[in-house]
């Protein structure tokens, strides 16, 4: 199976064995994703397992080949292409994401700091990857360490990220795809507009695009 360890340790190692072990035991995605929370809990509350530079934002002089703007890093830690993904996005204090999608199904919890979470719909009929889109907002969440939420989409799956700490915010993500390589959307809510977007990663630049998973399909 092809591996790629940008950040390899035993703790990270051992989350990643959990999975497969669920992935075995689960064929459906969302029973899958529930028996990982207490695994994912656990990762978001160790202290010991995320280290320099992946847990801060994109050091001074750092060749950053992530375009998620806004100075914020989005580190990729681990991944097996096209199944599945884990990278931390760091945000600095009162930042914003884009409202964005993932296409993918997943796991993202607050490591360190806090953020507000808004959560929006698509209220059309999903067809326009570019050009006009309504969306509807349906919810704020406020986060803080070992807060987490699942995305199958289509729920959850447009978001918008805010750091509300006074520190950056770390947030951890386990993702069933390549979710820095995939083609997906950014959208303006105000503007009821959407386009496409490849955010790649700070520390990984995306040999190409990637058409987003057809199925939600397991991570092995
Ligand atoms: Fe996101």
């Avoid at 459906?28 to 010991?48: K, N, V």
């Avoid at 806004?70 to 204090?93: C, H, M, N």
């Avoid at 969306?135 to 807060?147: A, K, P, Q, S, W």
């Avoid at 770390?170 to 993702?175: A, D, G, N, T």
Wanted: glycine share 8%; with cysteine.
């Amino acid at each position: 199976m092809d591996e790629e360890w940008y950040l390899d340790n035993r703790r990270l190692r051992s989350f990643i064995d959990t999975v497969d072990e669920a992935a075995d035991e689960h064929e459906e995605i969302p029973a899958l994703i529930e028996s990982l929370h207490d695994p994912f809990r656990e990762l978001l509350t160790d202290d010991e397992w995320l280290t320099e530079p992946y847990d801060g934002l994109v050091p001074e002089g750092y060749d950053d080949r992530g375009e998620m703007g806004g100075d914020i890093a989005q580190w990729l830690l681990y991944r097996r292409p096209e199944k599945l993904t884990i990278f931390s996005l760091v945000l600095p204090p009162g930042v914003s994401t884009p409202v964005h999608d993932h296409l993918a199904w997943g796991l993202v919890g607050i490591y360190s700091g806090t953020q507000t979470e808004e959560f929006y719909r698509r209220a059309d009929d999903e067809g326009a990857h570019i050009g006009h889109a309504e969306l509807e907002h349906i919810g704020t969440e406020e986060m803080e360490r070992g807060d987490f939420y699942e995305l199958v989409p289509p729920n959850n799956d447009i978001h918008q990220v805010q750091t509300s700490s006074d520190v950056p915010s770390v947030s951890i993500h386990l993702l069933g795809g390549d979710v820095g390589c995939i083609q997906r959307h950014q959208f303006d809510p105000e503007a009821d507009f959407v386009e496409m977007f490849q955010s790649h990663y700070t520390n990984v630049r995306c040999e190409r695009a990637l058409s987003p998973p057809e199925e939600h399909g397991p991570p092995h």
